[in-house]
Structures are given as structure tokens and as C-alpha cells.
């Protein structure tokens, strides 16, 4: 089976995902007259476990298909930081300039912010994000120097050695135990379950393991994402719920969803551009959100307002990427 049809699902989740995170952000518009749909749309924060469920499963699927080996390391890297760092800069940059429009030129604060939020320092100096969703892309790279340094055993034909690699992928994430608080969730450990997830999504996919092999991992991998996240940290179990059933939608559903197919494409400007939306609606009808139908009005506009950013973003910024990272080619 091609990879189009076994993975044409993938488009679609990535548009809810998106979608996801940008009601979530949005709800506090919603809480005072609409509570219902408030704590409804909570539940939209792990939309960001959809997205490492899927890098779990496409990351491994084009290396595999470009032949990965260890030598190619530097490589890897450097296509996924092509891919995803200048759309990042850029949303950084439209950031700042949504917050010094609305707080004061030269706003010494707001460009400390911006300064780690560009070289990734903000976890390292206890510093927060110019934009709240970027601690994801700074779990996502450390996951691709993981993956640099493991796809080889993970995809191994030997199943000792397979085994091996993603069961102690599983033992690593023990490891999130040293950190805690808002830490806890800037660091790979916490998150390898989730990734694990689509790892042997990727492996049953390709035909790499039998049935078997990938109920076992899956039923294992699962139990330890909702022993860390909820067991081990406390926290809610819906994080890892959220993950195990996106894995078995994948797994289930060989179908795309046209409608949603294009929010899928511009998923990541989607992502990277909707709270710059959400600061600016917020700021400029401030006054309408105090009445029942102007903050749904309000809502609403961002949705529509975010929507059409990214796809602008998309072909302006993160498409020259995309064609960007297709030039960087493995070494034979």
C-alpha cells in the first residue's frame, strides 16, 4: 500500500490540531457569559499531543524512505531545522511587533522575550515564550536529535535489537521524574510515550512488524504514557488518552477528509500565527467582548481572522521552506 493511502488521514488531524489549540487559546473570550463551551474547549491544549504523534510517525516514514544512516545525522538536523526554524523566526517576529504596537516601542521586557524565544534560551534562564506555543517546538527538537541518534536501532531487523531501543526509549521517560513543574513538559522524557506511539505506528505501517510485535508495543507504550502523565506527574490522564486514540485513528482510518485537508496544509503557519490573532482581536474589540453576543462574535472573527493568516503565512514564508529543506539530500 502506498504511503499516501495508508497516511492520508495524517492532513486532516494536523488541521484539528491546529484547530485545537487556537479554540483553547481563544476560550477565555467564551468563560464569563458561555461556560459550557469554556471547559469544552479545553480539552484543545493537547491538540500538541496530536502533532508528536504524527512527527512520531512521519519523521521515521521519510527517513526510512531516504535511506537514514548515523552519517547523515548532521543532515537530518539540518533539514528539519530548515523545515521548521525560518516560519518560527518569522512568527517571532510578528510577535514582538503585535505586542510593541500594543505595549510601547522598544519595550525592554517584550524584547527580552523575543531574544530567547529566537535562540531557544527561554527554558534554560526560567525566561517565558514571546508566544506560549513554542515550548512544543522546543521539545521537537530535542526529539529529532533523539531520533538522529536512534532510528537506526528503532528500525532495525532485528527484533532483539528493535525491542530493545523502544522499550528503553519507554525506560528514559522514568527520567522526567528529576523534573517538575513547568519543566516538566520542556523536556523530551516526558513526551518519548507519545512519540513511542507513533514510532510503532510507523513500524506496522511499513510492514516492518507483524501484528503482534505492534499490539504489544502499542498496549505497552500506551500504559507508560498514562503512568507518567498521570501517575508518575499527577497530571490529567486526557493528556495520554488524547495520544493513544489519535495513534488508533491512524491506525484505523486510511481515508482523507477533504474539507479538512487544507487546514491541514497550512497546520503549522495555522499554529505559529493564531495567538499574534488572538492578541491583536483581543486588543482592538476589547470593548465588544463584555456583551454574550460580541464575545462570540469576537470568537468567531478569530477563528476566521486565524484561518486566513496562516494560509497567507503558508505561501509567503513557510512554502520557500518546504522547497528549501527538499534540496538538503542524504549521503548515499
Not at 529529532?144 to 528503532?154: D, R, T
Not at 493568516?309 to 527538499?326: D, H, I, M
Request: hydrophobic share 50%.
Amino acid at each position: 500500500m502506498e504511503q499516501k493511502n495508508q497516511l492520508d488521514l495524517l492532513n486532516a488531524l494536523r488541521g484539528i490540531a491546529a484547530w485545537m489549540v487556537c479554540l483553547f487559546h481563544a476560550s477565555f473570550l467564551l468563560k464569563e457569559f458561555y461556560p459550557g463551551l469554556y471547559h469544552f474547549f479545553d480539552i484543545g491544549q493537547e491538540g500538541v499531543y496530536v502533532f508528536f504523534v504524527i512527527s512520531g510517525v512521519v519523521l521515521p516514514w521519510s527517513m526510512d524512505a531516504g535511506k537514514y544512516q548515523w552519517k547523515n545525522a548532521d543532515r537530518f538536523i539540518f533539514k528539519r531545522w530548515i523545515r521548521l526554524y525560518p516560519p518560527f523566526l518569522v512568527s517571532v517576529i510578528i510577535c514582538t511587533f503585535g505586542f510593541v504596537g500594543l505595549q510601547g516601542f522598544s519595550n525592554p521586557i517584550i524584547l527580552h522575550k523575543m531574544m530567547h524565544s529566537v535562540l531557544f534560551t527561554a527554558p534554560f534562564f526560567g525566561e517565558k515564550w514571546i508566544n506560549d506555543v513554542y515550548w512544543t517546538l522546543f521539545v521537537e527538537f530535542q526529539f529529532y536529535i533523539y531520533l538522529a541518534l536512534f532510528f537506526p536501532l528503532i528500525a532495525h531487523k532485528d527484533r532483539t535489537i528493535r525491542t530493545l531501543a523502544l522499550f528503553g526509549g519507554l525506560a528514559l521517560a522514568l527520567l522526567s521524574q528529576f523534573f517538575t513543574g513547568r519543566y516538566v513538559k520542556l523536556e523530551l522524557f516526558f513526551h518519548l510515550p507519545v512519540f513511542t506511539l507513533g514510532y510503532y505506528l510507523y513500524l506496522r505501517l511499513k510492514d516492518r512488524i507483524d501484528e503482534q510485535e505492534f499490539w504489544v508495543g502499542m498496549v505497552m507504550t500506551s500504559a507508560t504514557a498514562l503512568y507518567i502523565t498521570g501517575h508518575l506527574h499527577g497530571l490529567s490522564y486526557r493528556l495520554a488518552t488524547v495520544a493513544i486514540v489519535t495513534a488508533l485513528l491512524i491506525y484505523a482510518v486510511r481515508k482523507k477528509i477533504p474539507y479538512l485537508d487544507a487546514l491541514g496544509e497550512v497546520s503549522y503557519s495555522f499554529y505559529l500565527t493564531h495567538w499574534f490573532v488572538i492578541s491583536m482581536a483581543n486588543y482592538w474589540f476589547y470593548q465588544y467582548e463584555k456583551t454574550p453576543v460580541g464575545s462570540l462574535v469576537v470568537f468567531v472573527m478569530i477563528q476566521i481572522g486565524a484561518i486566513a493568516l496562516a494560509g497567507l503565512f503558508y505561501r509567503v514564508v513557510e512554502k520557500p521552506s518546504l522547497r528549501w529543506t527538499k534540496k538538503v539530500k542524504y549521503r548515499s
